[in-house]
């Protein structure tokens, strides 16, 4: 028999799905006549509804520690990867803030059309070294435009308690701008586990670390402090 959280987990999905064809025609038409970082603040409006819909019907909230520890933008802003959550999230706590993502993403209808809008810096995984290119040349570009940029190291979601392997690009986009670098923690994928219909009450931690001056730094050292603090994070919220 279907639980409780069972039909919450569907309800929320049928009124996020609905609303997201309801309001990308808005982006798509609005957001020509908008500069680029008014497009940012009102693209995101959706999200805040989608973190309050999620709240609404399957009793996920969030808590946030750290907003002190924010630099001036631009910034690179580097986090964990384990749930649609964080995607969501994110973008409208620290906008305006340019994503990263996969080029396919960039394909699919009205939300797609949406994303491009938003000059995101589209990654194809199959090209690693062109990749990393379109990273720090359009990275640069973004941070020069005083947009900060998000970038999930691990390349795809980890589920909690697993482990993936930082890549350096956000060191090295930190390092090669001279901007700081922000280390970001959270449990998203507790409450929201990625590829799954149920949604489990409770509340995602976040967790924003001290700013890091990049500059002068060598990316591959930078990269590893900045895993160890994600992982050390991650333990501390485990154990609260």
Known sequence: MMS????????????????LIVFTPFCLTLGWFMPIKFRYR?????????????????GINYHITGLENLPPPPYVLVSNH?????????????????ATLKIE?????????????????????NKRREARSTLLTQGAARLQQG??????????????????????GAAELAITNGVPLVPLAHNAGVFWPAHKLLKVKG??????????EAKGR????LTEEIQRW???????????
């Open 218 to 221: 060598e990316p591959r050292e």
């Open 147 to 168: 947009i900060s940029v998000l970038i999930f190291p691990e390349g795809t979601r980890v589920d909690p308690g697993q482990e993936k392997k930082y890549s350096a």
């Open 42 to 58: 009102f693209f995101v409006l959706w999200n805040r509804f989608a973190i309050w819909w999620l709240n609404l019907c399957c």
């Open 82 to 98: 384990q749930s649609p959550w964080e995607t969501i999230f994110l973008y409208f706590q620290f906008v305006p803030l340019c």
């Open 105 to 125: 993403l960039l394909r699919l209808p009205l939300f797609g059309w949406s994303l491009w809008m938003l000059n995101p810096i589209a990654i194809d995984r």
């Open 230 to 240: 994600t992982r050390q994070a991650l333990d501390q919220i485990s154990r609260d």
């Open 4 to 19: 409780l959280q069972h039909v919450r987990s569907i309800i929320f999905y049928l009124g996020y799905s609905l609303s």
């Open 203 to 212: 509340t995602v931690e976040v967790v924003v670390a001290q700013a890091i």
